[in-house]
């Protein structure tokens, strides 16, 4: 019995983070936290924790630094380490870089692909500025927000209009930055679109593509080099002890303020000083608006029409599942039955988990994937991209994991979405 008692205490003095060093660099921790389902994963949320998009039966996971085990711990909920990350020695990129961390693309790269790819299939490809990071509307660097719409080009395609002729597919990455791998199956499926049996499909769909949905976040992302800084937010906002930025995930104005998200500034969950308040955000809703019909009364119980075209996907990482709304709640749409179908039909493609957020992870509002179908009754997803473990898992896997493991699940995924749009319902 002793001996028992003793192997404990050591485990657990195992399983505490290392005190942090007087200064320099701190290691990054992945914690597992038991957070069942319902109240204790919501409260968890609403402490300002940087809870992972994944679960593990009744654990969530917290990214945190050296101190926070401790402060989860007063919190009421005891922590174990799952992963440390070391910090890794500072080799920020080099001005003119086209890739970082092994070959991730720069945000600098991911623009002029989408001018390249216009530029050599005139026929097929045509950029779309749709606004202004918030950076570069403050006259301080930041970006164009572009989107590149491919299809076999005809009259009216592609306009900014809800009444072009073909059923749309909209993909977005990195609306999170530190999710790296999103931006690069954008990259991916950009390319296959234009050079692959994708073509053929272009004669009845139009596909849009934004590979970078918060390009300074992904700034501040690459800007680690070969030790990618985990920035999920925008840039906009101080923080003195935390991350700054607004979550665009949580800043949307549909249930904007409720559940699984958080009034502090520094927490990774900022929902931002009022619905929409972010230029990011606004500009994707701006653009939604232009490229959809309205097929949906207002409220949260009414079904979009059955002659409803298109569908939204956001693409996330990681924990291998595939969400669809409402997310701020349980309750079910009045299109439960059909995006519960498209999202099972993709998810047994990749293998991954279909289910309302609330179902398999935890009810998060303000999300983009809420407003698109509250505000135009489209169905839409977001697909957790990736394992929380293992040689591809995580934020930050190795560049090679993209085409070895991530887009040959995405692929059959992104194929099945450009079907399910032309009738969703
Ligand atoms: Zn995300």
């Given at each position: 019995?002793?001996?028992?008692?003793?192997?404990?205490?050591?485990?657990?003095?195992?399983?505490?983070?290392?005190?942090?060093?007087?200064?320099?660099?701190?290691?990054?921790?992945?914690?597992?936290?038991?957070?069942?389902?319902?109240?204790?994963?919501?409260?968890?949320?609403g402490l300002g924790y940087d809870v992972l998009e994944q679960r593990d039966g009744d654990d969530l996971f917290v990214v945190g630094d050296p101190k926070t085990a401790g402060k989860l711990r007063t919190d009421g909920y005891p922590a174990t380490v799952e992963k440390t990350m070391p910090p890794a020695p500072w080799a920020p990129r080099s001005i003119g870089d086209a890739t970082y961390y092994g070959g991730y693309r720069t945000i600098t790269a991911h623009l002029a692909h989408l001018d390249e790819v216009a530029k050599a299939h005139p026929g097929l490809a045509t950029v779309v500025d749709y606004g202004d990071s918030w950076r570069k509307t403050q006259g301080n660097g930041g970006y164009d927000?572009?989107?590149?719409?491919?299809?076999?080009?005809?009259?009216?395609?592609?306009?900014?209009?809800?009444?072009?002729?073909?059923?749309?597919?909209?993909?977005?990455?990195?609306?999170?930055?530190?999710?790296?791998?999103?931006?690069?199956?954008?990259?991916r499926f950009i390319d296959d679109l234009v050079g692959s049996d994708l073509t053929a499909m272009l004669a009845d769909v139009e596909v849009w593509v934004v590979p970078i949905a918060n390009p300074d976040g992904v700034e501040i992302v690459e800007s680690g080099g070969d030790s990618p800084v985990l920035q999920r937010k925008n840039a906009n906002g101080t923080c003195t002890s935390g991350s700054r930025g607004v979550d665009l995930n949580r800043n949307a104005g549909s249930h904007w303020g409720e559940v699984g998200s958080s009034t502090s500034k520094c927490s990774e969950t900022y929902r931002g000083p009022r619905a929409d308040s972010e230029v990011e955000v606004q500009a994707l809703e701006s653009l939604w608006r232009k490229l959809y019909r309205d097929t949906r009364a207002p409220g949260d119980t009414a079904a979009a029409s059955a002659d409803t075209t298109g569908a939204v996907v956001s693409m996330h990482s990681y924990g291998d599942y595939v969400l669809f709304p409402w997310g701020w709640s349980t309750q079910k749409t009045g299109n439960d039955a059909a995006l519960r179908k498209m999202a099972n039909d993709m998810a047994a493609l990749s293998g991954y988990t279909a289910g309302q957020p609330g179902e398999v992870l935890y009810n998060a509002s303000g999300a983009t994937d809420d407003w698109v179908y509250d505000d135009l009754g489209v169905p839409s997803f977001v697909w957790e991209i990736g394992t929380d473990s293992g040689r591809c898992g995580g934020f930050l896997p190795p560049f090679s994991c993209q085409e070895d493991a991530h887009w040959p699940k995405v692929r059959p995924m992104l194929v099945s979405a450009m079907k399910a749009a032309k009738r969703p319902y």
């Amino acid at each position: 019995m002793r001996t028992a008692v003793a192997l404990l205490a050591c485990l657990a003095l195992l399983l505490s983070p290392a005190p942090a060093p007087a200064e320099g660099p701190q290691a990054t921790y992945v914690l597992r936290v038991p957070a069942p389902k319902g109240e204790s994963a919501q409260r968890l949320l609403g402490l300002g924790y940087d809870v992972l998009e994944q679960r593990d039966g009744d654990d969530l996971f917290v990214v945190g630094d050296p101190k926070t085990a401790g402060k989860l711990r007063t919190d009421g909920y005891p922590a174990t380490v799952e992963k440390t990350m070391p910090p890794a020695p500072w080799a920020p990129r080099s001005i003119g870089d086209a890739t970082y961390y092994g070959g991730y693309r720069t945000i600098t790269a991911h623009l002029a692909h989408l001018d390249e790819v216009a530029k050599a299939h005139p026929g097929l490809a045509t950029v779309v500025d749709y606004g202004d990071s918030w950076r570069k509307t403050q006259g301080n660097g930041g970006y164009d927000l572009k989107a590149l719409c491919v299809t076999r080009k005809g009259p009216g395609d592609c306009a900014l209009t809800p009444t072009a002729p073909k059923p749309r597919l909209f993909v977005m990455g990195q609306l999170h930055a530190r999710e790296i791998t999103t931006g690069d199956m954008a990259w991916r499926f950009i390319d296959d679109l234009v050079g692959s049996d994708l073509t053929a499909m272009l004669a009845d769909v139009e596909v849009w593509v934004v590979p970078i949905a918060n390009p300074d976040g992904v700034e501040i992302v690459e800007s680690g080099g070969d030790s990618p800084v985990l920035q999920r937010k925008n840039a906009n906002g101080t923080c003195t002890s935390g991350s700054r930025g607004v979550d665009l995930n949580r800043n949307a104005g549909s249930h904007w303020g409720e559940v699984g998200s958080s009034t502090s500034k520094c927490s990774e969950t900022y929902r931002g000083p009022r619905a929409d308040s972010e230029v990011e955000v606004q500009a994707l809703e701006s653009l939604w608006r232009k490229l959809y019909r309205d097929t949906r009364a207002p409220g949260d119980t009414a079904a979009a029409s059955a002659d409803t075209t298109g569908a939204v996907v956001s693409m996330h990482s990681y924990g291998d599942y595939v969400l669809f709304p409402w997310g701020w709640s349980t309750q079910k749409t009045g299109n439960d039955a059909a995006l519960r179908k498209m999202a099972n039909d993709m998810a047994a493609l990749s293998g991954y988990t279909a289910g309302q957020p609330g179902e398999v992870l935890y009810n998060a509002s303000g999300a983009t994937d809420d407003w698109v179908y509250d505000d135009l009754g489209v169905p839409s997803f977001v697909w957790e991209i990736g394992t929380d473990s293992g040689r591809c898992g995580g934020f930050l896997p190795p560049f090679s994991c993209q085409e070895d493991a991530h887009w040959p699940k995405v692929r059959p995924m992104l194929v099945s979405a450009m079907k399910a749009a032309k009738r969703p319902y």
